[in-house]
């Protein structure tokens, strides 16, 4: 069901274990998918709004082909991210802007989606093409 949007499906998707790195499972998809994450910091983070210009991690472009939606899977390959993430750079704030990539979802769904996996909306900055949300990641 497409209508689900971008990311897959909302439903309940446990923590991918042992099934290979986030950056390996988006590459054996089939179709046009795509996730950047990069550290920012200094002059740039300031400049985008991200930070005070201490370092963030920054979730750019996270993109599911249609025939991919609405199997859990864009949830499944986030919160493997979420997870190596979590064990290279503990305690480090992700941030992402929630920005729909294609109109079959709209912005609040997006949103909706991304709380459900632990981010909270953040502050707006003049310029932001999209909705600011951000999540600590967990010490492990």
């Known amino acids: 069901d497409d209508s689900k949007g971008l990311l897959g499906g909302f439903d309940d998707v446990p923590a991918a274990s042992g099934i290979g ?18 550290i920012e910091k200094g002059d740039d983070a300031i ?16 993109y599911i082909d ?21 064990k290279q750079h503990p305690g480090m704030e992700l941030k992402l802007l929630a920005e729909p990539l294609d109109d079959s979802i709209d912005t609040g769904s997006l949103v909706e989606y991304y ?21 600590t990641l967990p010490k492990k």
Not at 66 to 86: A, F, V
């Open 66 to 86: 249609p025939q991919n939606r609405g199997k859990g899977i864009g949830k499944q390959i986030l919160k493997t991210k979420i997870d190596e993430l979590s």
């Open 21 to 38: 790195s986030a950056d390996e499972m988006i590459k054996e998809l089939p179709g046009r998918n795509e996730m950047d994450v990069w």
């Open 115 to 135: 709380e459900s996996l632990g981010f909270s909306v953040g502050d707006y900055k003049d310029g932001m093409s999209g909705i600011p949300m951000e999540i």
């Open 47 to 62: 400049e985008s709004g991200w930070s005070d210009g201490s370092p963030v991690l920054v979730l750019d472009k996270l």
